[in-house]
C-alpha cells in the first residue's frame, strides 16, 4: 500500500529542522501519538545531517477487534528518520523506516522539508507492506490509519511547539 502524508507548518524549514532534531519535540511527538512507553535518540553530524530514532509501545486499540489476536495488547514501533544535510535553500530530505515489532509490518520511505508559502511542508511517502498471508490488506489498512493518526497528532505538537519556541521567545 502506497501512503502520502504532508501537513504545513508556519516557521521556516531551517526553524522545523531544528525542531525535528530537538529530542524534547521528538519525545513531545511520540508522547502525543499515545506511546505508553518510548525512547528517543537523536545523533546530530557535523555536515548538520542527523539521525531520530523513536521506539514506542502503543495499545492495539485502533487495531480492528479480529486482527488483535495476532498482534497483543500492544505493539512496539521502531522508527528511523535519517534527515540529509539542508540544501542551498535549506530543503531537506531523508528516508524513514517504521517497523513493528512482532508483526511483519514495515513502512519504507522517503521524507520532505521544504519551504512552502512563508512556512514549511513536510512530506511522507512510501511504501507499507504486511507480509501476513490471507490478512495483508486489513492489517495494512489498521497499520496506515495508525500512520496516518500519528502523523496527525506529529503535526498538532509541531504546530503548539512552533508557536511557543519561536525565536526570541523563552520555552
Not at 521544504?114 to 489498521?142: H, R, T
Amino acid at each position: 500500500m502506497h501512503l502520502r502524508i504532508s501537513f504545513t507548518l508556519a516557521a521556516s524549514p531551517t526553524t522545523v529542522a531544528a525542531m525535528l532534531a530537538d529530542p524534547a519535540y521528538v519525545e513531545a511527538k511520540v508522547r502525543a501519538s499515545g506511546a505508553i512507553e518510548q525512547q528517543v535518540d537523536v545523533v546530530p553530524a557535523e555536515d548538520g545531517a542527523f539521525t531520530v530514532t523513536s521506539r514506542r509501545a502503543l495499545p492495539t486499540d485502533q487495531i480492528p477487534a479480529n486482527m488483535r489476536a495476532f498482534i497483543g495488547s500492544q505493539i512496539d514501533v521502531r522508527q528511523v528518520e535519517a534527515w540529509e544535510p539542508p540544501g542551498l535553500d535549506n530543503t531537506r530530505a531523508g528516508t524513514v523506516v517504521v517497523e513493528i515489532s512482532g508483526a511483519p509490518v514495515r513502512l519504507t520511505g522517503s521524507i520532505r522539508l521544504s519551504a512552502e508559502g512563508a512556512g514549511s511542508a513536510i512530506v511522507y511517502e512510501g511504501d507499507l507492506k504486511a507480509a501476513i498471508p490471507l490478512f495483508a490488506g486489513a492489517v495494512e489498512d489498521a497499520a496506515a490509519s495508525a500512520i496516518r493518526s500519528a502523523l496527525a497528532a506529529e503535526e498538532a505538537v509541531a504546530t503548539a511547539w512552533l508557536q511557543g519556541h519561536e525565536p526570541g521567545s523563552q520555552p
